[in-house]
């Protein structure tokens, strides 16, 4: 294998007395940011040859600062291969922070070691990085699901660009630019193009991992600390079931599905669905209810549940329909467990036997809960947010926006 060492570029930094100004060293490695080190010389424009790098004139001065140049030059090739050797993967940022350290000190293996540990950790790539962020984020399982996936979808970037993994820090924002491209162009399982959304979600979940592990030190900088992103771009996926298609899929008929066991638990799945759809409960809500989440007030059935994934309870009034589900299994104890990939395998079947060809999720459940809150049975944007276990109203955007059946209801001229 090729080691790469770095190409070390003297320049001239002008300051604000005119024609001073200050020679820095920019460090450059193909697939790195730029860094850069002052030498700390001042100089007048007029002494510095720009297309030499060097000092101009005979003048002892000159002679001497440009040898002060050349042992920078010679001391960073013998930091380099020491760094080597001490296990570090070299970056310009690497670099550019040990090399002050080691002022005054002896150019040792065991010096470098002292001064790299003191200000900076050993080298992060990117797929590292969102895998040290996957599991310091304690989530519910949906969630690390997802987290799952923009780890696959950032290890498919990589091949597409021949790469096998990346520094963390060049993943800058011509690289999310790149990578946003390269996302936007592909389909998903259902044969659709990648939304907005989706593409916004693994941005904003990449910034947060190198967020944290820079704020934690265990990246030297940040290259996307300044990246914005307009959430009010991104098309909000609002998919959800009319009751048109409630209707059709409560009717289906399951012996179109052949295998008996298949048939029985996409039954199952059938019914936890329409579940979801009258109580709002995200998947892994469901999947740990018990009699212990069931309150009575007022002769009403309630479920007061704190969710999972944002510890908010969630008060849920139960509809008629909800409870006739829970009556034919025996009680909300008895309510099939289903785990997460089957159900969603299932829900492909019935997905494709009902025709709608929607990719049905848990979360589009979720979504004609909202829908049906909002524009069916008239209730307000607070009270859907307190059933939904949401910390508040703007959150509702994300599942439902209001329609000509709302205001139907509300408009009596």
């Given at each position: 294998m090729i080691l790469q060492n770095a190409n070390l570029l003297f320049w001239f930094c002008k300051s604000k007395t005119p024609d001073m100004g200050t020679?820095?060293?920019?460090?450059?490695?193909?697939?790195?940011?730029?860094?850069n080190l002052s030498t700390h010389i001042k100089v007048s424009k007029n002494d510095w040859g720009g297309n030499f790098k060097r000092f101009l004139g005979q003048t002892d001065w000159a002679q001497a600062k440009n040898k002060q140049l050349r042992t920078l030059e010679v001391e960073m090739e013998?930091?380099?291969?020491?760094?080597?050797?001490?296990?570090?993967?070299?970056?310009?940022?690497?670099?550019?922070?040990?090399?002050?350290?080691?002022?005054?000190?002896?150019m040792t293996i065991e010096n470098v070691k002292l001064s790299a540990q003191s200000d900076q950790p050993k080298f992060m790539s990117i797929l590292s990085l969102?895998?040290?962020?996957?599991?310091?984020?304690?989530?519910?399982?949906?969630?690390?699901?997802?987290?799952?996936?923009?780890?696959?979808?950032?290890?498919?970037f990589l091949e597409s660009i021949q790469r096998k993994d990346m520094a963390a820090e060049a993943f800058d924002e011509a690289m999310v630019l790149k990578f946003s491209d390269w996302l936007r162009s592909r389909v998903n399982r259902n044969g659709a193009s990648i939304s907005q959304l989706h593409v916004y979600k693994h941005v904003?979940?990449?910034?947060?991992a190198m967020t944290e592990a820079y704020r934690r030190k265990l990246l030297l900088s940040n290259p996307l600390e300044r990246l914005?992103?307009?959430?009010?771009?991104?098309?909000?996926?609002?998919?959800?079931?009319?009751?048109?298609?409630?209707?059709?899929?409560?009717?289906?008929?399951?012996?179109?599905?052949?295998?008996?066991?298949?048939?029985?638990?996409?039954?199952?799945?059938?019914?936890?669905?329409?579940?979801?759809?009258?109580?709002?409960?995200?998947?892994?809500?469901?999947q740990d209810l018990s009699s212990k989440h069931i309150k009575l007030r007022k002769g009403a059935l309630w479920i007061c549940k704190k969710r999972q994934k944002t510890n908010i309870e969630a008060k849920i009034k139960l509809h008629p329909r909800a409870i006739e589900i829970i009556e034919k299994y025996g009680s909300i104890d008895e309510l099939p467990k289903v785990p997460l990939n089957d159900n969603n395998e299932l829900l492909k079947i019935l997905d494709a036997l009902a025709g709608f060809h929607m990719g049905l999720s848990t979360k589009i459940a979720r979504k004609t809960f909202c829908y049906r809150c909002l524009n069916v049975w008239n209730i307000d944007r607070d009270t859907v947010a307190t059933m939904m276990g949401l910390s508040s109203t703007t959150h509702i955007d994300a599942y439902a926006e209001i329609d000509e059946n709302r205001v139907e209801q509300a408009v009596s001229w």
């Open positions: 020679i820095k060293l920019c460090i450059q490695m193909k697939g790195h940011p730029d860094a013998q930091l380099q291969g020491i760094l080597r050797v001490a296990g570090y993967t070299l970056t310009p940022r690497l670099l550019a922070t040990v090399y002050p350290n080691m002022v005054g000190r002896q969102i895998d040290w962020h996957i599991k310091a984020s304690e989530r519910e399982p949906s969630t690390a699901t997802a987290y799952r996936v923009r780890r696959t979808n950032m290890v498919r904003i979940f990449y910034r947060k914005h992103i307009d959430k009010e771009d991104s098309e909000v996926d609002l998919r959800h079931l009319t009751e048109e298609q409630i209707e059709q899929l409560e009717d289906l008929d399951l012996h179109l599905i052949y295998d008996a066991g298949t048939r029985k638990r996409a039954e199952h799945v059938r019914d936890l669905f329409i579940f979801c759809c009258y109580t709002g409960l995200h998947h892994s809500d469901r």
